[in-house]
Structures are given as C-alpha cells and as structure tokens.
C-alpha cells in the first residue's frame, strides 16, 4: 500500500470508523461529519454483525480511494478494526494513514465478552504505524481504564483518561464533543498531514506517545 507522499498543499482526510450498531445522529461522530466538511464516515455495513475481515477490508478501501492523507477518528469496536487494518496493511510510517484517535476501545478479549465482539479477538499488540491518541472512561462498560491504557502501550499511543464519561457516546451528553476535536487537532499536528508527512520523533515530542520499547525501536528510532 506504499503512494507517492502527498503534495504539501493537501488537507488531511477525516475517517470516522464507528463500532457495533454503528454512530446514531447524535453521537459525537455523526455531529463531526455534518460540522466538519474533511469528515466522513467509512460504512463498514454489517453493524449488529460485524466480522473482522469484511471490516478491515472496507476500511482499506476507504483508505486507498482517498486522494489526501488520512486521520481516522474511530470509537469503539471501530479502534479494533482501524488496529486489524495497520497489523495486515503493512504501510510506512505515517502514510497514507498519518494519524488516528481512538475512542473508548472495546476490550475484546474478556471472558464476557458479548458474542458480536468476539471476532475481533485477540486485540492486535503491534504498534500503529501512524501518531495516534487512546482516550477511555473511567466508567465505560465495555472495557477497563487499565485495558485501555494496556492498549495504548501495545499500539504506542499517547493515552488520555477523560474521567468518567461511560462509553464516550451519545449517551455520555459530550454532544460535540469539543475536547474530543481538541485531541483531533493534535492528532493532526503530529502528523503533519496538512503540510508534508511528520516525522516519528516529532509525532512523539507532540503526543509524547506512550510506547512500548519494541515500538520505540521499530516506528521511533529510539535506543
């Protein structure tokens, strides 16, 4: 999947990835695509069953008809599949994926994990290739604060504890959710997506990403 790097002059393209059931009309998401003209949502389909492969592979389609860099903005079941996609995609770093949120990440590997879930098990380990930040509830029903930060560590994410605000959705009242797009912003400023692609060590010195050492030493360049 490696593109010739893009023109300086090009803004970044906003990817929503929704999870289970999809983004109603008054999540965060949805509210971003009608606010927010570089935002779009990438339609998986198959939302009250997803499977892991069809969803990975509609991402990357979403992600190769793109004509610009791409920041995802994923919650969710969807920070699953945005993880699945950079394990199987095999992109440099940075490009054409240059950054990704990831909101409220369902933690697929619990015993109890409900059965639509669970064909996104185990959680991928490997560092995302791109600058990205992990925000999670202190409450959220589908995962643990500390499986969230676990996750961050795995993926060399920043991590970002937004206090107790469930699962970080429509019904957590963020309604806009202007931190959340705060946190976009910098995503966006760590990887340089609206001027040329950024560099890992100044993604890290933006985000100060919490990386594990073998992300370090692969995706940052660091002893």
Known sequence: MVRTPHPDDIEPLILTVPGLNGSGPTHW??????????THRVELGMWQSPRRNAWVTKLDQAI???RAPVILAAHSL???AVAWWAALAGQPYGWPVAGALLVAPADVDRTETRPELKD???SPRTALPFP????ASSDDPWASLQHARDLAAYWGSHFVDAGPLGHINATSGVGWWDEGQALLDRVILASGANAQPGAAADARSILAVNATDAAQA???GLS
Do not use: K, N, T
């Open 78 to 80: 969807g920070c699953l």
């Open 64 to 66: 190769r008809e793109a």
């Open 132 to 135: 990205s930040i992990v925000v």
């Open 218 to 220: 692969h995706y940052l």
């Open 120 to 122: 996104f098990a185990p």
């Open 29 to 38: 998401q949805s509210l971003w695509e009608i606010s927010r003209p570089d």
